[in-house]
């Protein structure tokens, strides 16, 4: 009996080892993940602010859908228009596209809310630009008399005249999550994981981003500019990198920054432009992104927005002004 016992136990003694290894591996493998912020497939994730029964409601979307609903949020405030409206075009976006701006739909609709270029929305290309789409949206919207105190779904409906007039309504919780973060009213609610590819990004293309969706008076010196021209010099200020160089001088791998600065009394705008940017970080190559005392990289976005410990002067941005780092 001895004899056949011992190699059976040997057996079991070598797979318990094998299996303790590839935990240990396993536990290695995901804690190398979390400290670098690669935590697979880049998500994007809105979350509502702490609730006393400890109970968040988050959103859950892929950095295309983060990026058109951070598009359709920030037309509607550059518009003036109040959160109820954003709420309203996110709700409508996401039943309509899923917040994904598709070239499809039924009969001639396209775009994040499937307009019909047949019914006088503009052409299939002007629908499918984003901003314009949301545009044309929120001035439908405004000719809708009280529509801010109408449920949801008859808002949105008396834009979109849908043969599903009701599916607009399970959307608004989503929507009104979406929309506290988007628009600033809850700080640090929205963050981005796994987009740091390592693929070098454009101060130029940022500038006319922002100019494009909040309107060109949000960087100082740019109104009356082009957008599409992007960084460099505009109207005196320079797209500078982090140790205080201009575009093209020496040290090209540092890290250029586009700085937009804020009223220190509008605590929500800096978080506004703050979740933009970090919604566009896949697309526009933003490798980082800092209010105040917090900041979100890319390098370590499982970690979301982390507190900016010791950091003092021209490292750490002032009150709401929000600093932006590309990927160089």
Sequence with gaps: MSETASPRRRGRLFRLAAAFTVLLALAGYVAVRYVSGDSGPPRCTARAAESSDGDVPTYEMSPEQAANAATISAVGTT???????????LATALQESALRNIDYGDRDSVGLFQQRPSKGWGTVEQILDPVYSAGKFYAE????PGYS??????????VQRSGFPQAYAKHEPDATLLS???TGRSAATLTCTGTGDGEPGDPAKVRAALSRAFGPEVL??????????????AGGQTDRRADGQADGETDAKAPAEVEVPVAASDRARGWEFAHWAVARSADLRIAEVSIGDRVWSAAKSGQGWRKTEGQSGPEKSAANDVRMRIAQ
């Excluded at 003036?80 to 954003?86: C, D, F, H, I, T």
């Excluded at 105190?149 to 008396?158: F, I, K, M, V, Y």
């Design 141 to 144: 919207l405004a000719e809708v």
């Design 220 to 233: 100082p010196g740019t109104a009356g500019a082009d957008p599409a021209a992007g960084g460099g010099e």
């Design 79 to 89: 518009r003036g228009l109040p959160e109820r409206a954003v709420t309203i075009a």
């Design 180 to 182: 506290a973060a988007l």
């Design 149 to 158: 105190r109408l449920p949801l779904t008859e808002a949105a409906q008396r």
